[in-house]
C-alpha cells in the first residue's frame, strides 16, 4: 500500500511558478513510476508528466513540455513537480499518482493516488 500526499499549489499569476511536491508512505516508492496528473472542471483528467522507477525515462504531455520538470529524490520518498511559464490553462487540481505501468500517460495504469492540491493561474 502507498499513501500519497501532495502540497504546493496556490494561486499565481500567469508567467509565474509553482514547485508541486508529492510525499509517498511505504518502502516501494522506489519501484513505482510516479506520475502527475491534472483535471479542470467540467474535463477528464489529463496526463501532465511521469517518472520511471529507475528514473530513466520520463514523459511529458505536448502542452507542458519545455515549461514543467518532474524529477524524484528517492532518499525522501518524494515526487516534485516543476511548473514554470505558468499559463491560465494549467489551471486545474493537480494529482499525484503511482504505479507499476506498462505506458504512462493513461490515469488507469496508476493503482494509487493523492487526494489532489489546487493549482490557479490568474491571467
Known amino acids: 500500500q502507498v499513501q500519497l500526499v501532495e502540497s504546493g499549489g496556490g494561486l499565481v499569476q500567469a508567467g509565474g511558478s509553482l514547485s508541486l511536491s508529492c510525499a509517498a508512505s511505504?518502502?516501494?516508492?522506489?519501484?513505482?513510476?510516479m506520475g502527475w496528473f491534472r483535471q479542470a472542471p467540467g474535463k477528464e483528467r489529463e496526463f501532465v508528466a511521469a517518472?520511471?522507477?529507475?528514473?530513466?525515462?520520463?514523459s511529458y504531455a505536448v502542452s507542458v513540455k519545455g515549461r514543467f520538470t518532474i524529477s524524484r529524490d528517492y532518499a525522501k520518498n518524494t515526487v516534485y513537480l516543476q511548473m514554470d511559464s505558468l499559463k491560465p490553462e494549467d489551471t486545474a487540481v493537480y494529482y499525484c499518482?503511482?504505479?507499476?505501468?506498462?505506458?504512462?500517460?493513461?490515469?488507469?495504469?496508476?493503482?494509487?493516488w493523492g487526494q489532489g492540491t489546487q493549482v490557479t493561474v490568474s491571467s
Open positions: 517518472i520511471s522507477w529507475s528514473g530513466s525515462r520520463i
Open positions: 499518482a503511482a504505479g507499476m505501468v506498462a505506458t504512462m500517460a493513461p490515469p488507469n495504469e496508476y493503482d494509487y
Open positions: 511505504g518502502r516501494t516508492f522506489s519501484s513505482y513510476t
